[in-house]
């Protein structure tokens, strides 16, 4: 249907033309988004709030993006604010008056550092001891922030402090809540880039046409309105960086598509994911008469490795965070490997440790995540690098200027060729490869499967996960932060039990007993929907954890981590001793899913009102490298469910 109510956004917005927006308008907004369920509706009252800055101050819309989507600065840029919530509540006591220990009680009740900060400022104001200031602008809100990330060495809390104590001295109405969750990164409002981005680019077309009913029939304004979307998406999965989108979105308005910006190495894609199978004989029947490469599937870390003009090289995690520091070997790794020096590239490659004195065999990913980190400040140095590295490479998006997310794969890895002319054993390789024709087709499937297999069981044999199947001709494009269906992997999982392992979120537990008393156990694990922006509860862990794990977690999940509520988008029907705020994702592992009266993973997508449970779950490890969003979905779990062999019988309702 059409967009929104109409809108007059000169009406609406509280401030004149060319003025700086009020911080109050964001706010406002935010509580509205808040309290509204409905996707389509949030999404429609963000598209009016961005179209009234757009109509009055647009130099003001960068900062309201970037304050809507919970970030200051794109992702690979690691600038953080690294506030803490003792920060916050010692900032909270100097502005409102409370002592650290009433915040902490209310805090226990609330469960939200941002409604309490509300509440305290309601009570000061009650008081009449707020003096009158200037309001609260949405470019002084996003500079202070910015000044606040940039503090560091001796004294930096303190300064941090007295600039987060002048924002609350200056907030009226809704202002200091949504002010306070900024501050803590936890926004809340229930909106991701996924609604923010559409609501930013149906703002800018219907703006581009105030008086659409005259001249366009509503089915061509939905089209233009879906197709602005669908590019800014698309736009922002290649350059996630909101500097250059938004100025580009609103120079070109319903003219933007997702060519208008470039790849630009330096910036990290989000990258391709693959989909869940259940075997080789799955992969043969989805990918029958194509041709298609199987690859070894390593088990290390992601690197995405960028050159830029000027030689520079950099590597960026699964997640678009900057790694460079963490591989100084790695940078030698690729310029040694690399046939001329003025290219530039980005390149997807997987880093496994490796032992060279021990034929260059591949070591468990547990040995390449005890390397140290390296931070923005110091990198590790060569001489300290007690864990080997090879780079396994097996794809490429960018060369020279050139983007080739639209080439298949078969002319990627010519471009790849012809930069990395030859492998180097126990530093850079090539991904181990086995290629299917179409007519090898004539060889009948059983000898197919039986040649994938023993691939699959060589790819175990050299200690990986298992193989990854991509299409080389037919649909073989890079389709970033796609799990496309081009992409499809076998894990060993699916031999021992479920096709693949999952990737949770602990948001509860329980206290735990006997041997474990004094520590969290079992945990309440769940994955994200990110249809309806919940956590859906998955099931109870309590295997597989050391002791000194649990102890880590009883230290981890304490303060500002644990809620004495459930947050509405955590969705369940357990009732754990304590909830934690989504932080961390753990590698689970387990038998079969089934449906559960209790876990609601993929609710209604396999069953009305039940569902999805893993059977013997435990725990395998922690991976750090991802976002709670990026855990297992709930359509992925939804999709393995599917892909079992057998199934309990949906129509019986039990
Ligand atoms: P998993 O937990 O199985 O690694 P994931 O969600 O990180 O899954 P998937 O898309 O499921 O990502 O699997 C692809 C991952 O496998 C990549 O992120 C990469 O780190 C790793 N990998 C190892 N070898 C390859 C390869 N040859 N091609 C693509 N990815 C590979």
Same mark, same amino acid.
């Given at each position: #249907?059409?967009?929104?109510?109409k809108?007059?956004?000169?009406?609406?917005?509280?401030?004149?033309?060319?003025?700086?927006?009020?911080?109050?308008?964001?706010?406002?907004? @935010?509580?509205? *988004?808040?309290?509204e369920? /409905?996707?389509?509706?949030?999404?429609? $009252?963000?598209?009016?709030?961005?179209?009234?800055?757009?109509?009055?101050?647009?130099?003001?819309?960068?900062?309201?993006?970037?304050?809507?989507?919970?970030?200051?600065?794109a992702?690979?840029? &690691?600038?953080?604010?690294?506030?803490?919530?003792?920060?916050v509540?010692?900032?909270?006591?100097e502005?409102?008056?409370?002592?650290?220990?009433?915040?902490?009680?209310?805090? &226990?009740?609330?469960?939200?550092?941002?409604?309490?900060?509300?509440?305290?400022?309601?009570?000061?104001?009650?008081?009449?001891?707020?003096?009158?200031?200037?309001?609260?602008?949405?470019?002084?809100?996003?500079?202070?922030?910015?000044?606040?990330?940039?503090?560091?060495?001796?004294?930096?809390?303190?300064?941090?402090?007295?600039?987060?104590? +002048?924002?609350?001295?200056? !907030?009226?109405?809704?202002?200091?809540?949504?002010? *306070?969750?900024?501050?803590?990164?936890?926004?809340r409002?229930?909106?991701?880039?996924?609604?923010?981005?559409?609501?930013?680019a149906?703002?800018?077309?219907? &703006?581009?046409?105030?008086?659409?009913?005259?001249?366009? #029939?509503?089915?061509?304004?939905?089209?233009i309105?879906?197709?602005?979307?669908?590019?800014?998406v698309?736009?922002?999965?290649?350059l996630? +960086?909101?500097?250059?989108?938004?100025?580009?979105?609103?120079?070109?308005s319903?003219?933007?598509?997702?060519?208008t910006?470039?790849?630009?190495?330096?910036?990290?894609?989000?990258?391709?994911?693959?989909?869940?199978?259940?075997?080789?004989?799955?992969?043969?029947?989805?990918?029958?008469?194509k041709?298609?490469?199987?690859?070894?599937?390593?088990?290390?870390?992601?690197?995405?490795?960028?050159?830029l003009?000027?030689?520079?090289?950099?590597?960026?995690s699964?997640?678009?965070?900057?790694?460079?520091?963490? @591989?100084?070997d790695?940078?030698?790794?690729?310029?040694?490997?690399?046939?001329?020096?003025?290219?530039?590239?980005?390149?997807?490659?997987?880093? *496994?440790?490796?032992?060279?004195?021990?034929?260059?065999?591949?070591?468990?990913?547990?040995?390449?995540?005890?390397?140290?980190?390296?931070?923005?400040?110091?990198?590790?140095?060569?001489?300290?690098?007690?864990?080997?590295?090879?780079?396994?490479?097996?794809d490429?998006?960018?060369?020279?200027?050139?983007?080739?997310?639209?080439?298949?794969?078969?002319?990627?890895?010519?471009?790849?060729?012809?930069?990395?002319?030859?492998?180097?054993?126990?530093?850079?390789?090539?991904?181990?490869?086995?290629?299917?024709?179409?007519?090898?087709?004539?060889? /009948?499937?059983?000898?197919?499967?039986?040649?994938?297999?023993? @691939?699959?069981?060589?790819?175990w044999?050299?200690? !990986?996960e298992?193989?990854?199947?991509?299409?080389?001709?037919?649909?073989?494009?890079?389709?970033?932060?796609?799990?496309?269906?081009?992409?499809?992997?076998v894990?060993?999982?699916?031999?021992?039990?479920?096709?693949?392992?999952?990737?949770? *979120?602990?948001? /509860?537990?329980?206290?735990? +007993?006997?041997?474990?008393?004094?520590?969290?156990?079992?945990?309440?694990?769940? !994955?994200? &929907?990110?249809?309806?922006?919940? @956590?859906?509860?998955?099931?109870?862990?309590?295997?597989?954890f #050391?002791d000194?794990?649990?102890k880590?977690?009883?230290?981890?999940?304490t303060?500002d981590?644990?809620?004495?509520?459930?947050?509405?988008?955590?969705?369940?029907?357990?009732?754990?001793? $304590?909830?934690?705020?989504?932080?961390?994702?753990?590698?689970?592992?387990?038998?079969?899913?089934?449906?559960?009266?209790?876990?609601?993973?993929g609710?209604?997508?396999?069953?009305?009102?039940?569902?999805?449970?893993?059977?013997?779950?435990?725990?395998?490890?922690?991976?750090?490298?991802?976002?709670?969003?990026?855990?297992?979905?709930?359509?992925?779990?939804?999709?393995?469910?599917?892909?079992?062999?057998?199934?309990?019988?949906?129509? #019986?309702?039990?």
């Amino acid at each position: #249907s059409l967009p929104p109510e109409k809108y007059d956004p000169i009406k609406h917005a509280c401030w004149n033309v060319g003025q700086p927006v009020p911080y109050i308008h964001l706010a406002r907004t @935010f509580d509205l *988004v808040e309290a509204e369920k /409905g996707k389509i509706k949030a999404t429609s $009252m963000l598209c009016n709030m961005f179209r009234s800055i757009l109509a009055l101050s647009p130099d003001d819309l960068l900062a309201a993006v970037y304050l809507c989507t919970d970030k200051i600065a794109a992702d690979h840029e &690691n600038v953080e604010l690294n506030i803490g919530g003792s920060l916050v509540t010692s900032a909270l006591t100097e502005a409102c008056g409370p002592s650290a220990s009433e915040i902490r009680e209310m805090y &226990n009740n609330v469960g939200d550092l941002g409604d309490v900060a509300q509440r305290c400022w309601q009570t000061k104001k009650r008081q009449k001891l707020l003096a009158p200031t200037p309001p609260l602008l949405i470019r002084d809100v996003f500079s202070s922030l910015h000044k606040i990330s940039s503090q560091t060495g001796s004294k930096s809390t303190g300064r941090k402090k007295s600039l987060i104590v +002048n924002l609350m001295c200056a !907030c009226q109405e809704k202002e200091m809540k949504f002010l *306070v969750r900024t501050l803590v990164r936890n926004l809340r409002i229930g909106a991701m880039m996924k609604t923010i981005l559409p609501a930013l680019a149906q703002a800018v077309a219907m &703006n581009s046409f105030p008086s659409s009913a005259d001249k366009h #029939s509503a089915s061509h304004i939905k089209e233009i309105l879906q197709g602005l979307s669908t590019a800014v998406v698309e736009a922002y999965n290649i350059l996630p +960086n909101l500097d250059m989108l938004v100025p580009s979105l609103v120079k070109n308005s319903i003219g933007f598509s997702s060519s208008t910006l470039s790849m630009d190495p330096g910036i990290p894609i989000k990258p391709m994911l693959a989909k869940i199978t259940n075997g080789v004989s799955q992969v043969l029947k989805l990918f029958e008469n194509k041709a298609f490469s199987c690859e070894f599937k390593y088990d290390g870390q992601r690197a995405q490795i960028h050159r830029l003009s000027n030689g520079t090289i950099r590597v960026f995690s699964r997640n678009g965070d900057e790694t460079t520091s963490k @591989f100084p070997d790695l940078i030698n790794i690729v310029d040694e490997s690399c046939n001329r020096t003025e290219d530039t590239f980005i390149i997807d490659a997987e880093v *496994v440790a490796v032992d060279r004195k021990n034929g260059c065999k591949l070591m468990s990913f547990q040995e390449l995540s005890s390397r140290e980190r390296g931070s923005k400040e110091s990198s590790i140095t060569l001489d300290s690098i007690k864990v080997e590295i090879c780079v396994f490479v097996f794809d490429i998006m960018f060369a020279n200027g050139e983007q080739l997310l639209k080439f298949p794969l078969r002319q990627r890895r010519k471009y790849l060729r012809d930069l990395f002319p030859d492998e180097r054993p126990g530093y850079f390789r090539y991904a181990e490869e086995m290629t299917v024709e179409p007519n090898d087709a004539c060889l /009948g499937n059983e000898s197919i499967l039986n040649r994938m297999n023993t @691939f699959l069981e060589d790819a175990w044999q050299c200690s !990986c996960e298992g193989i990854m199947v991509k299409t080389l001709d037919v649909d073989a494009g890079y389709s970033p932060s796609k799990r496309a269906d081009s992409w499809l992997k076998v894990k060993r999982d699916y031999v021992e039990g479920l096709g693949d392992s999952l990737d949770l *979120v602990p948001i /509860g537990a329980w206290h735990g +007993n006997g041997r474990k008393a004094g520590w969290y156990s079992p945990f309440l694990m769940a !994955c994200y &929907n990110p249809e309806t922006e919940e @956590f859906q509860s998955v099931c109870r862990v309590m295997s597989g954890f #050391s002791d000194a794990f649990y102890k880590e977690m009883k230290e981890f999940f304490t303060g500002d981590r644990t809620l004495t509520k459930k947050p509405p988008y955590y969705r369940t029907l357990e009732v754990p001793d $304590m909830w934690f705020s989504a932080e961390l994702v753990w590698e689970i592992r387990g038998a079969d899913l089934t449906i559960s009266p209790v876990h609601q993973a993929g609710v209604g997508l396999v069953h009305q009102t039940r569902g999805i449970s893993i059977r013997f779950p435990r725990f395998v490890r922690s991976v750090g490298d991802r976002n709670p969003e990026d855990c297992s979905s709930a359509a992925d779990i939804a999709r393995m469910f599917n892909a079992q062999p057998r199934k309990m019988d949906l129509t #019986s309702g039990s």
